[in-house]
């Protein structure tokens, strides 16, 4: 089925390990973001690329990396986990550059890190 | 100040109720606005975008006063499967979407 593809599902890290979420969309959508979401919160957005080549931070990029490999897939990296990183981290893309229309979300990847 | 403020809820109502969410955004440059649906543990899903006229989409309504800067969703004939998380999304030109955290809503028998 066409859609956005996360990985891993659900991981458990210890404090100052490292690891890189990974996201793929097959619907040959220009743009890709990464959010975060906490209890009690809504998705706080840490970094998006608006096309291939390109990545902008958003609201709360501290202790994140990510690289838009090509069209098709946008990773996001952790260098030195820390317990304040545990959340539910949802990738997305749209079709039209940024103009708000035609998300997409993964089912999202659920880190702990102890 | 939060860019976008929803009351958190949770408004529990019997099936067959109507119920109405609000949600306020702080920037005017805003352009477009959305109502995003997020079942537990799931990920969101647009529910509707909503228009400065209005719009309906069965039992659902969205409204916008960009004067006021305040969106509403109501919901007629509430039933079972519309409990969730319902999130007030806007966009500025030239970011990504700006999410409300939610307010959830529980419809029982």
């Known amino acids: 089925n066409a859609g956005v593809t996360q990985t891993p599902k659900f991981q458990v890290l210890k404090t100052g390990q490292s690891m890189t979420l990974q996201c793929a969309q097959d619907?040959?959508?220009?743009?890709m973001y990464w959010y975060r979401q906490d209890p009690g919160m809504g998705l706080r957005l840490i970094y998006y690329?608006?096309?291939?080549?390109?990545?902008d931070k958003g609201e709360v990029p501290n202790g994140y990396n990510v690289s838009r490999l090509n069209k098709r897939e946008f990773s996001l990296r952790l260098e030195s986990a820390a317990p304040s990183q545990t959340s539910v981290y949802f990738c997305?893309?749209?079709?039209?550059?940024?103009?708000?229309?035609?998300?997409?979300f993964g089912s999202g990847t659920r880190l702990t890190v102890v | 100040r939060k860019e976008v403020e929803q009351d958190p809820g949770p408004f529990n109502v019997p099936e067959g109720a109507t119920v109405a969410f609000n949600c306020t955004y702080s920037n005017s440059a805003s352009q477009s606005f959305f109502w995003y649906r997020q079942d537990c543990r799931k990920e969101p899903k647009l529910l509707m975008s909503v228009y400065s006229s209005g719009n309906e989409d069965g039992r659902f309504t969205a409204q916008l006063n960009r004067a006021s800067q305040y969106i509403s969703l109501l919901i007629r004939d509430s039933k079972l499967s519309d409990s969730a998380t319902y999130l007030c999304v806007v966009n500025q030109a030239g970011t990504a979407l700006i999410f409300g955290k939610g307010t959830t809503l529980s419809v029982s028998s």
């Open positions: 997305a893309s749209s079709e039209d550059g940024l103009s708000g229309y035609g998300y997409t």
């Open positions: 619907m040959n959508h220009n743009s």
């Open positions: 690329s608006a096309s291939e080549g390109t990545t």
